[in-house]
């Protein structure tokens, strides 16, 4: 009997079994495989997001319409504003006593460069001096014969050779006074070299203690205000054509090569240098900032409208793979596509367009390579 009722147990669990916890299980199945049907239909509905991470990581640019522009490059270099150079000379010869300036130094309007010990200021004050007494003399005697001419003491024919001598004396007294103030004579003969400008010293022939001759023709300094500078620029025979007055022109140095100075040319010189065979072109460019260091070697890059237009985006958002070229176009984090487009020209930093993109899409120029890639895996 025993065994008769645990043989009856075990055939009931198994009916139990067979009948509902098997199917129960088979429900369970299908519906977690249901499950994972469903999200991998949403998925594929969905399709690629970007993450906000990534979002946050790009950098977008319209699609635009300009006219195409023409770039040359050549090769020159810095050099100071001519028309605010000065050459400074000693205007007596004489001993150096000092030299307050060195090559590369700022110096202001008026501030002393050097001085200079010089007998020949002994001799312009001198002359001062001499055409002071003579001109108390010419206004005493000018006096004693107006008194006296009223005393009926001499003749109208003294008074006026009087004031003849007294116009003299003045006249001798201007050009005394005008010598000594070009020579900036103030007392005893030490001579002061001035800037006549505000500027940097770009040149320095002079040092302590030396003899410098009253007849030098050399100068002493140069002076030059780098406010502005220019970008002299040399221009090869067979490229004469290619630029023309007002073309606007980018000027990079090895200094500072990732900053672009903008300037246009502003002047071309029609001669043929016969030591390059190079004709020169000027830039004028604003260096407020000190940056562009004159004979400092310089890269110009000159661009010129045409009268047609295209369709432009920044060079850095085009992705080149497989001898063709793509960009990636955003609309929004989950609207993103590959477009495949063909290049009119690149010019620096502009990539002209003839096929592929509208007007006023947004291309993305940060981190588009990786978005390239996930798109196509």
């Given at each position: 009997?025993?065994?008769?009722?645990?043989?009856?147990?075990?055939?009931?669990?198994?009916?139990?079994?067979?009948?509902y916890?098997?199917?129960?299980?088979?429900?369970?199945?299908?519906?977690?495989?249901?499950?994972?049907?469903?999200?991998?239909?949403?998925?594929a509905?969905k399709?690629?997001?970007?993450?906000?991470?990534?979002?946050?990581?790009?950098?977008?640019?319209?699609?635009?319409r300009k006219?195409?522009?023409?770039?040359?490059s050549?090769?020159?270099?810095?050099?100071?504003?001519?028309?605010s150079?000065?050459?400074?000379?000693p205007?007596?010869?004489g001993?150096?006593?000092?030299?307050?300036?060195?090559?590369?130094?700022?110096v202001?309007?008026?501030?002393?460069?050097?001085?200079?010990?010089?007998?020949e200021?002994?001799?312009?004050?001198?002359?001062v001096?001499?055409?002071k007494?003579?001109?108390?003399v010419a206004q005493?005697?000018?006096?004693?014969?107006?008194?006296?001419?009223?005393?009926?003491?001499?003749?109208?024919?003294?008074?006026?050779?009087?004031?003849?001598?007294?116009?003299?004396?003045?006249?001798?007294?201007?050009?005394?006074?005008?010598v000594?103030?070009?020579?900036?004579?103030?007392?005893?003969?030490?001579?002061?070299?001035?800037?006549?400008?505000?500027?940097?010293?770009?040149?320095?022939?002079?040092?302590?203690?030396?003899q410098?001759?009253?007849?030098?023709?050399?100068?002493?300094?140069?002076?030059?205000?780098?406010?502005?500078?220019?970008?002299?620029?040399?221009?090869?025979?067979?490229?004469?054509?290619?630029?023309?007055?007002?073309?606007?022109?980018?000027?990079?140095?090895?200094?500072?090569?990732?900053?672009?100075?903008?300037?246009?040319?502003?002047?071309?010189?029609?001669?043929?240098?016969?030591?390059?065979?190079?004709?020169?072109?000027?830039?004028?460019?604003?260096?407020a900032?000190?940056?562009l260091?004159?004979?400092?070697k310089?890269?110009?890059?000159?661009?010129s409208?045409?009268?047609?237009?295209?369709?432009?985006?920044?060079?850095?958002?085009?992705?080149?793979?497989?001898?063709?070229s793509?960009v990636?176009?955003?609309?929004?984090?989950?609207?993103?596509?590959?477009?495949?487009?063909?290049?009119?020209?690149?010019?620096?930093?502009?990539?002209?367009?003839?096929?592929?993109?509208?007007?006023?899409?947004e291309?993305?120029?940060?981190?588009?390579?990786?978005?390239?890639?996930?798109?196509n895996?």
């Open positions: 009997m025993f065994y008769e009722g645990i043989l009856l147990i075990c055939v009931f669990i198994r009916l139990i079994v067979k009948k916890i098997i199917p129960v299980l088979i429900a369970l199945s299908l519906l977690s495989c249901a499950k994972k049907e469903e999200e991998k239909v949403l998925q509905k399709g690629f997001e970007l993450s906000n991470t990534m979002l946050n990581a790009i950098t977008l640019a319209k699609v635009e006219n195409v522009e023409d770039q040359y050549f090769y020159g270099k810095i050099s100071a504003d001519k028309n150079y000065i050459d400074v000379y205007l007596v010869g001993n150096v006593l000092s030299v307050n300036a060195e090559l590369g130094d700022y202001k309007k008026g501030q002393v460069l050097a001085t200079i010990r010089s007998t200021l002994a001799e312009v004050q001198k002359d001096s001499d055409a007494t003579d001109l108390v005493n005697n000018l006096r004693v014969a107006k008194e006296m001419y009223e005393g009926k003491l001499n003749t109208e024919r003294e008074v006026l050779e009087a004031k003849s001598v007294l116009q003299k004396a003045q006249d001798q007294m201007q050009r005394a006074a005008a000594s103030t070009v020579y900036n004579v103030k007392k005893g003969n030490i001579y002061s070299v001035v800037a006549p400008i505000s500027g940097y010293i770009v040149q320095k022939n002079i040092n302590k203690d030396m410098l001759r009253s007849d030098r023709s050399e100068n002493i300094f140069d002076v030059a205000n780098t406010t502005n500078v220019w970008a002299i620029m040399n221009v090869n025979e067979s490229d004469i054509e290619k630029i023309s007055l007002g073309m606007k022109a980018q000027v990079s140095t090895l200094s500072y090569p990732d900053k672009v100075f903008d300037g246009r040319i502003d002047k071309i010189f029609k001669i043929i240098d016969p030591e390059t065979n190079a004709m020169q072109a000027r830039v004028v460019l604003d260096n900032n000190g940056l260091i004159p004979e400092s310089a890269t110009i890059k000159v661009s409208s045409e009268s047609n237009t295209a369709l432009t985006v920044p060079s850095k958002a085009v992705i080149f793979d497989d001898n063709r793509f990636v176009v955003f609309k929004s984090r989950t609207d993103i596509k590959i477009k495949e487009i063909k290049i009119l020209k690149q010019v620096g930093d502009i990539t002209y367009v003839a096929e592929g993109l509208s007007e006023g899409e291309v993305i120029t940060n981190n588009q390579l990786l978005i390239y890639r996930s798109l895996s």
